[in-house]
């Protein structure tokens, strides 16, 4: 417990009417979307960033632990405060769109900004903002970063990372940093915003972000194509992408993931179908999306694909992406606890990684479906558990995971595509990173935040 004597003071410098020790708060700050829960000992609402300044050199100085917080719906616990102290809810006070500067297409924002919100503002003003969650709704742009999200339309326009071109932090020190510009091109000194990426709140709290923004294209299409086999549905993923197109987006479904989709909402769905992949195209002019379209026709075609259907309008482009949509809620049909992971791969490692994974599933008798983002080779892989209740099931399902994990190590891919490490996969650190990499984590850790306040024992750290 945080003694009341530093309740008192941290009141000194938010006010009264933003800090909170009272249950109904330490409650509902204390969990994110792995439901998980810790209690925090108290929740900061911060106004500005000289306010995270002030708190932070505070707690520096009598070594109390802070946890950012941006919605809170992160899926490996980043946000959950484990070991004790405050969480820091930027997404109050602090979600201020501050700029759209349209001569160099760039929006500056503060961390609470909803992704959503973000969107829809430079959308209103002709621009883009690519990075597209399915949690867009409500997660922040300050979270956003710090787990470099990526969204649906990853495999054209890339992630979260790739649109960051300056940000403002606030070292645990309480010293305030600025690291990138607003440029395009900036090659001087060591990249420090590039290193905050992604650190998931363990380094700084970050204080104000500079995005790069681009034109919004004028169209778009929608396709599904259904395969016999999910190994020809993988083959058609990485050959069309390496075939003179980049869609959009390009998600999958496996025969699992399309039954349990078909038996909750019996849209008539092909049930018998190996995999379902859609994709979407996007441009200037019709020409443009048909070009693209053939293209994708073709070497879906070459790859097995028995029926190609182009949506002719916006509603039949709804109907092509429902069972995509809809399809992780769909999985409890076969357990109430799902394992989900999102390892990655290169691309056209994808048919190996799905037979693998099939392996696995044999092996354990498990039901494993898979579905996602296979344009650009993260694949969401469900691990179902009948009874999540029952701890044998559960070792089980974790086995496997483990085996997963391993498996996408080997074949040189990552253990997180999109969700980061936090500390669901704190525990395999070791296999994706040698010693020596995983010793220069903890040096850059030291350096930012030599006391450990800042989120401890997340990513491994
Ligand atoms: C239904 C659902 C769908 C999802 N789909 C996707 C998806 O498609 N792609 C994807 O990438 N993720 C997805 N996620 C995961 C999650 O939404 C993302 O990781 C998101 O970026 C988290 O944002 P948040 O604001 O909720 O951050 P939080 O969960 O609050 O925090 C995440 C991490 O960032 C740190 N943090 C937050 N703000 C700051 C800050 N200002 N400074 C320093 N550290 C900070 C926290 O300490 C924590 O470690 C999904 C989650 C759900 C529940």
Known sequence: MIAQNHIEALEQIVGKENIFCDKAHT??????????RYEPDAVIFPRHEEDISRILTYCNEHRIIITPRGAGSGFTGGALPASGGIILALEKHMSQILEIDMENMVAVVQPGVINMDLQRAVEAVGLFYPPDPASEQYSTIGG????????????????????VMALRAVLPSGEIIRAGKRTIKDVAGYNIAGILIA???????????T??????????????????????????????????????????????????????FNKGLPKEAGAILVTDVDGNSLD?????????QTKFNENGCS???????????????????NVSPSLV????????????????????????????????????PCFGHTGDGNVHTNVMVKDGNDPKQLEIGHKAIEE??????????????????????????????????????????????????????????
Do not use: C
Not at 199 to 209: N, R, W, Y
Not at 288 to 296: T, W
């Open 199 to 209: 650190s998931e709140g363990t380094l700084a709290v970050i204080s104000e972000i």
């Open 288 to 296: 443009e999306l048909d070009i693209q379209l053939d293209i994708i």
């Open 404 to 461: 997963i994990f391993q498996i996408t190590v080997d074949m040189g891919g990552t253990l997180s595509g999109e969700h980061g490490i936090g500390l669901a996969k704190a525990p395999f650190m070791s296999m994706a990173f040698t010693p020596s990499e995983l010793e220069l984590f903890k040096v850059i850790k030291k350096a930012f935040d030599p006391n450990n306040i800042l989120n401890p024992n997340k990513m491994g750290l």
């Open 333 to 368: 049909v076969y357990g109430n606890k799902k394992l989900n992971e999102d390892i990655t791969v290169p691309r056209s490692k994808l048919p190996e990684l799905l037979e693998a994974i099939d392996g696995v599933a044999r092996k354990y008798d498990l039901v494993i």
């Open 27 to 36: 409650i509902a700050y204390s969990y994110d979307a792995t439901r998980t």
């Open 144 to 163: 956003n970063v710090s787990e470099n999200a990526g969204g649906m339309r990853a495999a054209k326009y890339g992630i979260t990372k790739d649109y």
């Open 211 to 264: 995005l790069k923004l681009i034109s919004k294209p004028k169209m778009k299409k929608t396709a599904m194509g259904i395969f016999p086999s999910v190994n020809q549905a993988m083959e058609a993923v990485y050959k069309t992408m390496a075939g003179g197109v980049t869609p959009v987006a390009m998600e999958f479904l496996d025969k699992l993931s399309i039954q349990a989709v078909e038996s909750k």
């Open 307 to 325: 029926e190609f259907k182009i949506a002719q309008d916006e509603q039949e482009g709804a109907a092509l992406w429902f069972a995509r949509r």
